[in-house]
C-alpha cells in the first residue's frame, strides 16, 4: 500500500478573480498607516499647495506624496530611491498612494523644494492636533538637544583660525617685500609709507601688490629671492585673501564649517567609532517634548546648548503665538543669560545650573570648604569673611560680555595677608592675596531655580525629564536608525528634521 498523499490548499496562480481584493481590506484596522492617513487628512495643506505653478502639466497630489514621506519616515526608510520602490512593493504604500507611483526624483524635489516653506506650518498643526486629543501640552515643556551629523565630507574643514594664521603670513610677507623695496627706492620711485595692514583686505593687497611691482619692475639688479617672493605674492595672494573673505563671511561667528555643506559645524560627537575624538560635521538639534511627544524644534550652528534656548524659545512663540508656562532642562542650559530670558519671558524655569548635582552630593562640602559660596557675608559691611576669620573688601565691579553680546557684572572681594596665612596654598592657588569673584544676580538666580528644583513639582519634572526628551532622542537614534542627515545645506536639513519630527508624532499617537 503506498503512502498516503498530504492535503495542500488550493494554489493557482494564474487564476482570474471575479472580485478583487481591496487594499482596504488588507490592513489591519489599527495599522500605523491609517494613522498617518487620518491625520494628514484632517490638516490644511494651503501652504503647500502654494508651492505649485498654477499653470503647466499636471503634479502628483501633495497629499499623496506628504503621506508617502511621513509614513516612509515613521517606518525608517528615508531614502527616495527606497521609497520609490516601496511605492511599487508594499500594499501600505499602494494603499496611501492610491496605486500612483512617482520616481525617486519626484519624491526628493517634493521633499526638498516643495515643503521648503509649507514643513513647519504642517507640523505645527500636527502638535495642536495632538494637543486637542490631549496627547500633549505646548505649556509644559522638556528641553534637550543634540548632535546630528551632517551629510558632509569629514576632511572638507576650512577654521577660522587657519584663516587668521594664514592672513598674518601674508601680512608679515608683504611687509618683508615693502622694506626690501624702501632700501632699493630711489625718491623718484615715490614709494610711500608701509601700508596699514591692522585690516587686511583684498583691495590693499591689490594696491600693495600694484606698488611693489611698480617700484621693483623697474630695478635691474634685484635680489633673486626677493623676486621670487614678489612673483608668488603677485600671483597668489589677491585670490587667496578673496577666497578667505568669502571664507569669513560663510563662517560668521563660528569657527568652522564644512566645504561640502557649509551650513554644517565641525563639532564632537557622541558616536565616537574611533575613539579619538575626532570632530565632524553636524547640526546642533534642539527639541521640547511633551509626553515624548516633540512639541518644538529648531537647529543650530553652536557647539554648546547654552547658546541656544533664546532662539528656541522665539520659534516656540512664533510657532504657537504664546510661550511655554514652564520649562525644564539640564545644567546646560544654566546660565544667567538664559535665566534672565525666561524670568523676563514668565516662564517657570525648572532649569539645573552647572554645579546643581554635585552640591546635592553629601560630600561636597567636605570635599571644596574653601570656595567662594562657603564663605560667610556681611549685608551691613559689604564684605566677605575669609576661613581665617579675615575680611575681604570690596575692590569694585568687572563687566563683561558673553559671545552672544549678553553684559555680565561681577563683584570682586580682595582678601589681606594671604602670604602669612597658615592656609596658604589650600584655601586658593593664586599668587598674592585671594581675590573672588561674586555675580549677584546669577546667584540671585540660582537660588531662585534651586528652591525650584528642590520643590515637589520640581523633583517630579526633574524625574521625568530623563524619561520624556532624552528618550525621544534615544528612540529616533537607537530604534529609527536616524544618526546622520540626508541632505544638505540648513534649510533642507530643517525638512528633513521636521518629518522626523512629524513621524516620532504619528508613531508615538499610532502606539
Known amino acids: 500500500m503506498g503512502r498516503r498523499q498530504p492535503t495542500f490548499k488550493p494554489y493557482h496562480q494564474q487564476q482570474l478573480m471575479l472580485l478583487p481584493p481591496s487594499l482596504d481590506e488588507l490592513i489591519p484596522k489599527d ?5 498617518v492617513n ?46 520609490e520602490a516601496a511605492c511599487k512593493e508594499s500594499i501600505y504604500f499602494m494603499w496611501l498612494s492610491s496605486m500612483s507611483y512617482p520616481d525617486h526624483n519626484t519624491i526628493n524635489r517634493f521633499r526638498g523644494v516643495r515643503l521648503k ?85 583684498k583691495e590693499k593687497v591689490q594696491d600693495t601688490v600694484d606698488k611693489l611691482n611698480q617700484v621693483l619692475g623697474k630695478k635691474e639688479n634685484i635680489d633673486k629671492k626677493m623676486k621670487a617672493k614678489l612673483g608668488y605674492v603677485t600671483k597668489h595672494y589677491p585670490a587667496n585673501i578673496e577666497r578667505y573673505e568669502h571664507q ?50 529648531s537647529l543650530h550652528p553652536n557647539t554648546t546648548d547654552t547658546n541656544t534656548l533664546a532662539s528656541h524659545i522665539e520659534q516656540h512663540e512664533k510657532s504657537f503665538s504664546s510661550l511655554p508656562k514652564a520649562l525644564t532642562a539640564d545644567a546646560g542650559y544654566g546660565s544667567e543669560e538664559n535665566y534672565t530670558l525666561l524670568e523676563d519671558k514668565k516662564v517657570t524655569a525648572f532649569v539645573k545650573y552647572n554645579l546643581f548635582d554635585k552640591r546635592q552630593n553629601r560630600n561636597y562640602n567636605s570635599k571644596y570648604p574653601f570656595s567662594a559660596d562657603k564663605l560667610y557675608y556681611s549685608v551691613e ?9 579675615q575680611k575681604m573688601t570690596y575692590l569694585g565691579d568687572r563687566t563683561k560680555k558673553t559671545v552672544t553680546g549678553f553684559e555680565q557684572t561681577v563683584r570682586l572681594y580682595q582678601a589681606k595677608n594671604c602670604v602669612n596665612c597658615p592656609l596658604n596654598g589650600v584655601c586658593h592657588k593664586s599668587q598674592g592675596n585671594r581675590i573672588i569673584q561674586i555675580n549677584v544676580n546669577l546667584e540671585r538666580l540660582k537660588q531662585q531655580a534651586e528652591k525650584l528644583l528642590k520643590s515637589e513639582e520640581g523633583v517630579s519634572k526633574r524625574k521625568k525629564r530623563c524619561f520624556d526628551v532624552e528618550a525621544v532622542f534615544g528612540n529616533i537614534k537607537a530604534n529609527h536608525g536616524f544618526r546622520r542627515f540626508m541632505l544638505r545645506g540648513r ?9 522626523i519630527a512629524i513621524a516620532q508624532n504619528i508613531r508615538k499617537k499610532a502606539a
Open 31 to 35: 495599522h500605523a498607516c491609517r494613522v
Open 38 to 83: 487620518d491625520v494628514i487628512n484632517k490638516i490644511n495643506l494651503e501652504p503647500l499647495n502654494a508651492a505649485y505653478h498654477t499653470i503647466g502639466t499636471s503634479s502628483y497630489h501633495p497629499q499623496m506624496l506628504l503621506k508617502v514621506l511621513v509614513y516612509g519616515y515613521v517606518n525608517n526608510i528615508y531614502s527616495s530611491r527606497k521609497l
Open 117 to 201: 516653506d509649507a514643513l513647519r506650518a504642517i507640523f505645527e498643526q500636527v502638535v495642536l492636533l495632538l494637543a486637542q486629543e490631549g496627547l500633549l501640552s505646548i505649556e509644559e515643556v522638556y528641553t534637550d538637544g543634540t548632535k546630528i551629523e551632517a551629510n558632509a565630507n569629514k576632511y572638507t574643514f576650512i577654521w577660522k583660525k587657519a584663516i587668521a594664521t594664514n592672513k598674518e603670513k601674508m601680512k608679515k610677507q608683504l611687509g618683508l617685500i615693502w622694506e626690501y623695496a624702501q632700501s632699493v627706492a630711489t625718491a623718484e620711485d615715490g614709494l610711500p609709507d608701509p601700508p596699514d595692514f591692522t585690516t587686511i583686505s
Open 248 to 297: 569669513e563671511s560663510l563662517l560668521g561667528d563660528r569657527n568652522s564649517y564644512s566645504k561640502t555643506d557649509p551650513d554644517a559645524t565641525f563639532m564632537r560627537l557622541k558616536e565616537d567609532h574611533m575613539r579619538n575624538g575626532q570632530l565632524k560635521p553636524a547640526y546642533n538639534v534642539q527639541i521640547s517634548t511633551s509626553n515624548q511627544f516633540i512639541v518644538n524644534y
Open 381 to 389: 559691611g559689604d564684605h566677605y569673611i575669609c576661613p581665617m576669620g
Open 491 to 499: 534649510k533642507k536639513v530643517e525638512i528633513e528634521w521636521g518629518l
